[in-house]
């Protein structure tokens, strides 16, 4: 073989070997980016947090509350005989000197500032239900988004205290959440085919949240509280 020969071998061996790391650097850019847009907040535009922790609901979030509501139980609603709030001991202690009011007051607020016994005392909360701001806790009231007694009418009548006192006092579900005093007596016991929050724009998240908590507890809907939800996720 010529010099020359091997010289020109060379070079196509130079040039094979440029261009298979080109293409590589090339692939590894494109999972780079992938995986970015994959794990880094501000890329993903599925799901976005607004001011007080509260989440605007992805896409399909409808699609799949619609279908846990469809393994519920259609029923009348039960008798309010032998209901008391009582019997569903609430606002226990959550550690920390902390009951859970006051836990679901620090979860939901911006900036919380308490004192040594747990209690608020600066801070802002965003009330979703009527889209007011809020500097006082006292203004205040930890809704129990499904009623205790719209529970009862649903289910918890069957069930011993025990059971009664963690559905009161559920930080696993979106069972609890802060909202103006206002709002949440205006709602008082009424399922949605009753009371909706004044805020719209809320509409989608308070139907997949009273979805999932009925789900999570095995609770029943009545028919026009079914018919309500399904309205209400159309909004989504």
């Not at 880094?40 to 605007?56: A, K, M, T, W, Y």
């Not at 040594?116 to 909360?125: D, F």
């Not at 205006?186 to 999932?212: M, R, S």
């Not at 009925?214 to 159309?234: F, G, Q, S």
Request: charged share 30%; glycine share 6%.
């Amino acid at each position: 073989m010529t010099e020359q020969s091997r010289s020109g071998d060379g070079n196509q061996k130079k040039t094979t070997a440029r261009s298979v790391l080109v293409t590589l650097v090339a692939v590894a850019l494109v999972v780079v980016g992938y995986v970015a847009r994959d794990h880094l907040p501000f890329l993903d535009d599925q799901e976005q947090e607004i001011g007080s922790g509260q989440r605007v609901p992805a896409p399909g979030d409808a699609a799949e509350a619609a279908a846990l509501l469809d393994e519920l139980e259609v029923a009348p609603e039960r008798s309010m005989r032998g209901y008391s709030r009582d019997r569903f001991r609430h606002w226990i202690s959550q550690g920390d000197n902390c009951n859970t009011r006051e836990t679901v007051l620090i979860r939901d607020g911006v900036d919380v500032v308490t004192d040594e016994e747990c209690r608020p005392q600066s801070g802002t909360w965003h009330s979703a239900f009527d889209d007011e701001e809020f500097d006082d806790a006292s203004d205040l009231d930890i809704d129990h988004l499904v009623p205790l007694a719209a529970g009862w009418r649903s289910g918890a009548d069957e069930w011993d205290d025990e059971r009664r006192e963690r559905f009161a006092n559920d930080l696993d579900t979106p069972q609890l959440i802060a909202v103006s005093a206002s709002s949440n007596r205006a709602k008082g016991d009424q399922t949605p085919d009753q009371w909706k929050p004044p805020a719209t724009g809320y509409w989608c998240t308070y139907a997949q949240d009273w979805i999932e908590v009925k789900h999570h507890w095995e609770l029943t809907v009545t028919e026009p509280e079914r018919a309500a939800l399904l309205e209400m996720l159309d909004h989504c």
